[in-house]
């Protein structure tokens, strides 16, 4: 079974930096790809970016300049920076595996609050 | 890149039939497969169809998918509908490089 567990601050002040780590057991992350996806309160769904193929990544166009996704094979994680961030970044934040077919694992979810 | 663009909500009572639609705003519907998420409450999203029509196992078979060329748009059918398939449901396609959803639709059934 596939589990996947998101882990970094919950509060995050305006203009700074927000990290994430999403640690995968039952599966390597040297295969398929694994993303980043965000929920705000109340909102949708809204795809961040995934890392692939080991160390090769894609954005979403409209995120792309304040993201980098990263990965640590050894510790089998790969890790979101959003930089930059205004309360318009508040919300749930996924790490999930994307076969290329379906998003077919999730993490339970990381509420992160943009505040001072 | 395209944009899925979804209603903000349906509802239907029990036992009846609900589609959802899902339409592609340029490009072909057909060109990259079409999935299809379920997210209750306070939940994560859950797969209900993959590549346009296939359901995952586990998944009942009131559930199904469907795309058309002609309105360029995809659709998630659920018969006999349960009080348990009140959620929010969303599309999600691909296109090059990047993954994208729809604005999800809120089914209530009541």
């Known amino acids: 079974q596939v589990q996947l567990q998101e882990s970094g601050p919950g509060l995050v002040k305006p203009s700074e930096t927000l990290s994430l780590t999403c640690t995968v057991s039952g599966a390597s992350i040297s295969g398929s790809y694994w993303s980043w996806i965000r929920q705000p309160p109340g909102k949708g769904l809204e795809w961040i970016g995934y890392?692939?193929?080991?160390?090769?990544?894609k954005y979403n166009p409209s995120l792309k300049s304040r993201v980098i996704i990263s990965e640590d094979t050894s510790k089998n994680q790969f890790s979101l920076k959003l930089t930059s961030v205004t309360a318009a970044d508040t919300a749930v934040y996924y790490c999930?595996?994307?076969?290329?077919?379906?998003?077919?694992?999730w993490g339970q979810g990381s509420l992160v609050t943009v505040s001072s | 890149n395209f944009m899925l663009t979804q209603p903000h909500s349906v509802s239907e009572s029990p036992g009846k039939t609900v589609t959802i639609s899902c339409t592609r705003s340029?490009?072909?519907?057909?060109?990259?497969?079409v999935q299809w998420y379920q997210q209750r409450p306070g939940s994560v999203p859950t797969t209900v169809i993959f590549?346009?029509?296939?359901?995952p196992s586990g998944v009942p078979d009131r559930f199904s998918g469907s795309i058309d060329t002609s309105s360029n748009s995809a659709s998630l059918t659920i018969s006999g509908l349960k009080t348990e398939d009140e959620a929010d449901y969303y599309c999600q396609s691909y296109d090059t490089d990047i993954v994208v959803f729809g604005g999800g639709t809120k089914l209530t059934v009541l």
């Open positions: 999930a595996r994307d076969t290329g077919v379906d998003i077919d694992y």
């Open positions: 890392i692939y193929n080991s160390g090769s990544t």
């Open positions: 590549e346009d029509n296939r359901r």
């Open positions: 340029s490009g072909t519907i057909a060109t990259n497969y």
